[in-house]
């Protein structure tokens, strides 16, 4: 099976001159993390929901707003391409190795398709119980921690999302996402004054995804794929006697594919 097979051909991208908001009204509207950045319709780069959260909290970002930023200034230009003649096999050889989450699908510098995690999914066909496959290492936040603090964990720990509990039940999810977009908002709403002390009160109850979507540890792994392709998910929580047991993430389910 090669790429072209599998891939995304109906691509959302934007030029790099396009305007922050205008990019992330893309992510709002088509439930996406990554748009492949274009200029002059060749690739140049990927900006992702995770830079975006990094620009509109740094420090030196803090004072401009989302409309004054362009693609260019949250694009990442080490891309990872593949050609669509590619076999599956060798993308999923390294799943889960540091690296793109998105893969680029380019023949002589032209852009033909994108290749997600979400794209193999429809591959896991494993009926193992996700609680043999689920990570039992479990960091989470608490609904009244700070959302800065909530991001710390993210880049410290190389993770995408966290779950957030309060009173030891889980009540939501945040990540990088649900920060790119509270920071835009926090910087439109707010003059430049106010906005560092906006940002550093800001909690993650304030932004969290609700309701968590959520699956027993005794789900199949293909079942879970389903749940997550069906909802536009990353990773699912695993919940047994109203307590949080683990998480199963795209990437867990894949490296049970066997082609």
């Known amino acids: 099976m090669k790429v072209k097979d599998v891939m995304t051909k109906d691509i959302i991208t934007v030029d790099k001159d396009e305007d922050l908001k205008h990019v992330l009204d893309l ?3 088509y439930e996406i993390t990554k748009i492949p950045v274009l200029e002059k319709k060749k ?3 990927m900006v992702t929901d995770n830079i975006i959260a990094y620009k509109l909290g740094s420090i030196r970002k803090k004072g401009v707003p989302a409309s004054r930023l362009h693609a260019s200034s949250v694009t990442d230009k080490n891309l990872e391409c593949v050609h669509p003649e590619t076999d599956v096999k060798k993308i999923l050889e390294t799943v889960g190795e540091p690296g793109s989450t998105m893969l680029c699908v380019t023949e ?3 852009l033909l ?4 995690k979400a794209d193999l999914l429809p591959f896991v066909k494993s009926k193992r119980q996700v609680r043999e496959l689920a990570n039992k290492k479990i960091i989470t936040v608490s609904s009244d921690d700070r959302v800065i603090h909530a991001r710390r964990i993210m ?6 999302r966290l779950p957030v509990l309060k009173d030891g039940k889980l009540v939501g999810i945040i990540s990088d996402n649900e920060i790119a977009f509270a920071f835009a908002n926090l910087k439109s709403s707010f003059p430049l004054g106010r906005q560092k002390h906006q940002l550093e009160e800001l909690l993650v109850e304030d932004v969290m995804k609700i309701p968590v979507i959520w699956i027993q540890p005794n789900v199949s792994a293909s079942e879970a794929a389903s749940i997550m ?3 536009n998910l990353g990773s699912l929580p695993l919940v047994e006697n ?3 047991v683990g998480i199963i993430s795209r990437t867990d ?3 049970t594919i066997s082609l």
Do not use: F, P, Y
Request: glycine residues 8%.
């Open 253 to 255: 389910l894949l490296k």
């Open 108 to 110: 002589n510098s032209n």
């Open 229 to 231: 392709l069906k909802n």
């Open 155 to 160: 880049v410290d720990e190389n993770i995408a």
């Open 27 to 29: 992510m709002k509207k």
């Open 43 to 45: 690739l140049v780069g």
């Open 242 to 244: 109203e307590k949080l």
């Open 113 to 116: 398709g994108v290749i997600t």
